[in-house]
């Protein structure tokens, strides 16, 4: 199992790209840091892309490299694979976000075919993997586990952790579902997994306390977030990536003004 830090931006520990078996990928991360995977890649021929949810940050390369790799297939699941087909409204959200600073962030969108997708419901068992549905963070997001090492790749639905640092629930909008992510990281869960992959960052082999601690976490960000508003939510968080070592890379991960948004999207839902 390679980490592969894509260095997005120049900057180390923010995307990780895992390589469960060589030519196997999980989520490449975005566009402008395609030369950074190659890097790491040291030239392996990719032959699968499996994408645990289509947000740039972690899908958004998907398209130049099924150009650069013809023979590779990208696994995705169904909610999301009309927008790697045709990412116009994927692009068109994104850039009423981020504005001007969209090419920089997360560079060239590209289609891929359709013909070169294995579309995913959950559920599946594929040469080695297991796929299971799991929404929280996304409403399109699916977690993989990699039998042969008893690895759950996970995306970003059990959460951001950085070396040291704290164990965040990443909750951007317009997707957050707190009781689909507990039910998500039960299914996680019951792969009884040995280690546990997050695109933010890394691999971590205490699956079963980590599981515990996100679920805690969930329900202590929905209180924050009632309590504190938009500004003081963001505000503690920042005080919580001040404590760790790799601060920077939380704070390019998951950028703090982001987090309240989808939570407080949430509750007014609810």
Request: hydrophobic share 40%; proline share 8%.
């Amino acid at each position: 199992m390679r980490e592969l830090d894509v260095a997005h931006l120049g900057h180390p520990r923010v995307v990780c790209c895992h390589e469960p078996e060589p030519g196997v990928i999980v989520d490449p991360g975005p566009s402008s840091a395609l030369n950074g995977l190659l890097d790491a890649l040291g030239g392996v021929e990719v032959r699968r892309i499996l994408l645990t949810h289509i947000h740039l940050d972690h899908a958004g390369a998907t398209g130049l490299l099924a150009q650069r790799f013809p023979g590779a297939e990208v696994w995705v699941h169904e909610r999301g694979a009309p927008h790697v087909v045709d990412p116009s409204k994927l692009v068109a959200s994104a850039t009423r976000l981020y504005g001007d600073d969209m090419d920089r962030l997360w560079g060239a969108i590209v289609p891929v075919p359709a013909e070169r997708l294995r579309v995913l419901s959950g559920g599946e068992s594929i040469e080695g993997y297991r796929v299971e549905y799991t929404p929280g963070h996304a409403s399109h997001h699916v977690a993989y586990l990699h039998e042969a090492t008893g690895t759950a790749l996970c995306g970003d639905v059990a959460g951001v952790r950085i070396g040291d640092g704290p164990l965040i629930a990443p909750t951007p909008p317009p997707d957050i579902d707190i009781e689909a992510w507990h039910t998500s990281l039960d299914r996680i869960a019951a792969w009884r997994p040995e280690r546990l992959a997050l695109t933010h960052w890394g691999t971590f082999d205490d699956a079963e306390e980590h599981l515990d601690r996100l679920h805690a976490e969930l329900d202590e960000s929905v209180r924050l977030a009632e309590a504190l508003g938009a500004e003081g939510y963001g505000a503690r968080m920042a005080e919580r990536f001040a404590t760790a070592t790799d601060e920077a890379s939380y704070t390019r991960a998951s950028p703090p003004p982001t987090l309240h948004p989808g939570l407080d999207r949430y509750l007014r839902k609810r």
